[in-house]
């Protein structure tokens, strides 16, 4: 649960306030009774993902058919407005 501290807290005790998110721990910030900002510990990502883990993730999606998924972004994205729907590039 995170602790409400006013703005004037969190100016005259800065320090001790990042201290304790750089230690995990939440603060909702108020102005005059209002809650106005969650002060939160910023979450590390990994720089790198083993290919395994990587593979892992992937097994759980369905088979993709590379032909409707290239229909489908064009579809989304076509780079020429002007072209009708199933005509070739010009």
């Known amino acids: 649960m995170a602790t409400k501290i006013t703005q004037r807290e969190l100016r005259n005790d800065a320090p001790a306030i990042m201290r304790a998110v750089e230690n995990g721990e939440s ?13 939160v510990p910023h979450r590390q990502r990994p720089e790198f993902v083993p290919a395994e883990d990587f593979l892992g993730l992937l097994a759980d999606l369905p088979p993709t058919d590379p032909e409707e998924f290239y229909a489908d972004l064009d579809a989304a994205v076509d780079p020429d407005p002007f072209r009708a729907a199933g005509e070739s590039e010009r």
């Open 27 to 39: 603060f909702i910030l108020t102005r005059n009774g209002t809650e106005i900002a969650d002060l």
